[in-house]
């Protein structure tokens, strides 16, 4: 049986798709453009999720980002793939789901020179549920108040993903 490659659409500069690429081949010196969502995840309590991302991540290996990220499948809607990839990566529902920014977009490159290229909508949800992590994705987590994450990332900014800094200042202007 051989094993299902996952695709990413690709986009133009408009964000219009203008075809596929295998995944696993899209992230290098020259990433095209390409669709991909970030979530931010509470809990009951109101802390925020955060992931320190898996040491074998071709991406920013190592550093601390949002509750969780991902790429749609060509065809699939973007709160059904924020779903799956909860599901997937953290063994977690999530509810209230919410698109905060529609239109984040960013462009970064990691030490290695690999680059992200992405239109990257970014949503919020809740979860009542308890993580149960996947290890070649996640290297640890924590919950934590979003004033103290704001805080550390205006601190260190090299330990946290550039998508990370960018989305919260785009998220406090939101919230006003």
Partial sequence: MTEKREQVVLLDEDGTPIGTADKATVHGPDTPLHLAFSCHVRDAAGRLLVTRR????????GVWTNSFCGHPAPGEDLAEAVARRASD???????????????????AVDAAGVVENEIC???TAVTLDEVQVDPDEV?????????????????AP??????????????AAVRG
């Fill in 54 to 61: 898996a040491l074998a991540k071709r991406t920013w290996p």
């Fill in 89 to 107: 990566e953290l063994g977690i529902t999530v509810s209230d789901l919410r698109l905060a920014l529609p239109d984040f977009r960013y462009r």
């Fill in 121 to 123: 909508p970014v949503y």
């Fill in 139 to 155: 290297a640890e987590h924590r919950w934590i108040d979003a004033d103290d994450l704001e805080v550390a990332v205006s601190r």
């Fill in 158 to 171: 090299w330990a946290f993903s550039p998508w990370l800094g960018l989305q919260l200042v785009e998220l």
